[in-house]
C-alpha cells in the first residue's frame, strides 16, 4: 500500500485519478477512488469461506485461514489510511480555502468508513482517530453514531449500534474470544471464536467502557465510564461497575418532565434562523416517537446490586 500523505486533504495521486474535485463525488464513489490510488488489498472472490462463515455464525474457526488474514490486512490498510489524517477543526477555518481544506478531509474519512464498513454506515456518523478494528465490515452503525477517539472493535462476529448512539473515547467492543479450556487454545494452531454484541438506539457508553462477547444493550441506556459490560442490559436502564450492574431505572415520567423543561429554556431564548426551527420542530417529533416506544424493563431481567 502506497504510503499516505499527511500533509494534503487530497493528494495529487487522487486527483489524477478523478480527473475532477473529490468533493464532487459521492462518498461511494469516493471510497472506490481510494482503493484504487492506494491499492488496497482486495479479498479474492474464490477464496474458501468456510472459516468466515463459522466466524459470523459464532462457531470455532481458525483465525489464521487465509480470506481471514487477507480480511484484517485490509482493514488495517484502511484504518492507517483513516488515521494518519490531519486532525481539522471547524472552528478556525478563517478563510475559504481553510474550510475547503475542512470539508474534504471530512469527505475522505466519511469515504474511508464507508470503505472499511462496506457501506454500513448510518447518516450522519462521526469516529474520531484513532480506531482500530479487525475487520470493519461486520459492524452496523445507525444515524448519528457519535464513536470518541481511541475506540477498539473486534468484530469477528456481527457488531450493530443504534441510531443517535455515543460512545465516549476508549470505549472497547470485544466480540472475540477463545476457549476457556486451555487445551483448546492451541493444540496444533489458533482456534477461535465470536459472539455478537448488539447496542440500541440512544445510548450513552461513557470513556473506557468495555462490552464483553455476546452482550446486547437495550436502547436508551447510559453505562457510566470505566464499566465493564458482562451481560445484557435492560433498556432505559444506567449501569455501572465491574461487572457493570444496574444503578438506576428512568422512568418515563422524570425523563420526559426533565425533556419539557429544556425545550421551554431553549424557547425562552431567540431562534435565530429558520434552520433552527427546523430542527427544533424535529427533535421534538422525534422525542415524541421515542416516548411512544418507551417500554421499561421487566423486574425480573434486572441484574440489580
Not at 468466515?52 to 488495517?76: F, K, T, W
Not at 486451555?182 to 465470536?194: H, N, T
Not at 435565530?272 to 418507551?294: H, M, P, V
Amino acid at each position: 500500500m502506497a504510503a499516505p500523505d499527511l500533509h494534503a486533504a487530497v493528494t495529487n495521486a487522487e486527483r489524477e485519478t478523478t480527473g475532477t474535485d473529490a468533493l464532487s463525488l459521492s462518498v461511494q464513489d469516493y471510497a472506490t477512488i481510494l482503493e484504487q490510488v492506494y491499492k488496497i488489498t482486495l479479498l479474492p472472490p474464490d477464496l474458501d469461506t468456510t472459516a468466515e462463515d463459522n466466524m459470523l455464525a459464532c462457531r470455532i474457526y481458525d483465525c489464521m485461514d487465509p480470506l481471514l488474514v487477507l480480511g484484517r490486512q485490509r482493514s488495517n490498510e484502511i484504518t492507517t489510511l483513516f488515521n494518519a489524517l490531519p486532525s481539522s477543526d471547524p472552528s478556525t477555518g478563517s478563510t475559504s480555502e481553510e474550510h475547503q481544506q475542512h470539508e474534504a478531509l471530512k469527505h475522505k474519512r466519511q469515504a474511508l468508513l464507508n470503505l472499511l464498513t462496506r457501506g454500513k454506515l448510518g447518516h450522519g456518523c462521526r469516529i474520531d482517530p484513532p480506531f482500530q478494528v479487525d475487520y470493519g465490515h461486520n459492524m452496523t452503525l445507525g444515524d448519528k453514531v457519535i464513536w470518541g477517539p481511541n475506540g477498539v472493535a473486534l468484530d469477528c462476529a456481527p457488531i450493530s449500534i443504534g441510531d443517535r448512539t455515543i460512545l465516549g473515547q476508549g470505549v472497547r467492543l470485544f466480540g472475540a474470544t477463545h476457549p476457556l479450556n486451555p487445551l483448546l487454545r492451541y493444540p496444533v494452531r489458533q482456534f477461535d471464536f465470536s459472539m455478537e454484541i448488539h447496542i440500541g438506539k440512544d445510548c450513552w457508553l461513557g470513556g473506557g467502557v468495555i462490552v464483553c462477547p455476546g452482550v446486547r444493550i437495550g436502547d436508551g441506556v447510559t453505562v457510566l465510564p470505566g464499566s465493564v459490560v458482562t451481560k445484557n442490559v435492560p433498556s432505559f436502564t444506567v449501569v455501572a461497575g465491574c461487572p457493570a450492574r444496574v444503578v438506576k431505572v428512568l422512568e418515563r415520567e422524570g425523563c420526559e418532565d426533565e425533556w419539557r423543561a429544556l425545550v421551554a429554556f431553549l424557547k425562552s431564548g431567540k431562534v435565530e434562523s429558520k434552520e433552527e426551527e427546523e430542527e427544533e420542530g424535529l427533535a421534538s417529533r422525534r422525542i415524541e416517537e421515542f416516548f411512544d416506544q418507551w417500554r421499561p424493563p421487566a423486574v425480573e431481567t434486572m441484574a440489580l446490586p
